[in-house]
T-cell receptor, first 112, second 112 residues
Framework: QQPVQSPQAVILREGEDAVINCSSS?????VHWYRQKHGEAPVFLMI?????EQKGHEKISASFNEKKQQSSLYLTASQLSYSGTYFC?????????????FGQGTILTVHP | NAGVTQTPKFRVLKTGQSMTLLCAQD?????MYWYRQDPGMGLRLIHY???????AKGEVPDGYNVSRLKKQNFLLGLESAAPSQTSVYFC???????????FGQGTRLTVV
């Protein structure tokens, strides 16, 4: 089952902040975040492996709440280059070991 | 470094025809994945493999078959193509589901 992302779309002006949420109905083994530009392949941003983990990538960071089976991606002081579709991917253990499923994506548009 | 290479990049099929998409990776990755991407649906997992000789079903496996006879290659087959299989197909590979996944450039398939 695919994780659920919200919101589906975000429109920002340069310098504004955004939060993208990702939730799953299953226990999570890891959470991945990717960004895809139009006509290109998804590109890796970061991965979170443990509950409570937070990671940063310049002005993009993420958190992982293992108990709630949720992750959030934080984009601060957005730049035009942040525009694209953001995907969260979740990996589960047990009988689904190795299975990496992605959400439906969040379209982020940054205007000057 | 080639990374993940998909062949072909574009293909037009007639309904009922068969074809095989090839994914090759040169990073010695154990895990390989096939996804399809349709507008508003995100990346949906078709099949995946956690090692040479193993395959497993993803979220949307119907109408597709796969094989992983060699560690570096993951083949996706369509036995009898249908218009509903018109999509962009992405292959990805990783060391595990807890490490970065690398994506190929995609194959745009149109079934008429």
């Amino acid at each position: 089952q695919q994780p659920v992302q919200s919101p589906q779309a975000v429109i920002l002006r340069e310098g504004e902040d955004a939060v993208i949420n990702c939730s799953s109905s299953k226990a999570l083994y890891s959470v991945h975040w990717y960004r895809q530009k139009h006509g290109e392949a998804p590109v890796f941003l970061m991965i979170l492996l443990k509950g409570g983990e937070q990671k940063g990538h310049e002005k993009i960071s993420a958190s992982f709440n293992e108990k709630k089976q949720q992750s959030s991606l934080y984009l601060t002081a957005s730049q035009l280059s942040y525009s694209g579709t953001y995907f969260c991917g979740t990996a589960a253990g047990g009988t689904s070991y190795g299975k990496l499923t992605f959400g439906q994506g969040t379209i982020l548009t940054v205007h000057p | 470094n080639a990374g993940v290479t998909q062949t072909p990049k574009f293909r037009v099929l007639k309904t009922g025809q068969s074809m095989t998409l090839l994914c090759a990776q040169d990073m010695n990755h154990e895990y390989m994945y096939w996804y399809r991407q349709d507008p508003g649906m995100g990346l949906r997992l078709i099949h995946y493999s956690v090692g040479e000789g193993t395959t497993a079903k993803g979220e949307v496996p119907d109408g597709y078959n796969v094989s992983r006879l060699k560690k570096q290659n993951f083949l996706l087959g369509l036995e009898s193509a249908a218009p509903s299989q018109t999509s962009v197909y992405f292959c990805a590979s990783s060391y595990s589901s807890r490490t970065e996944a690398f994506f190929g450039q995609g194959t745009r398939l149109t079934v008429v």
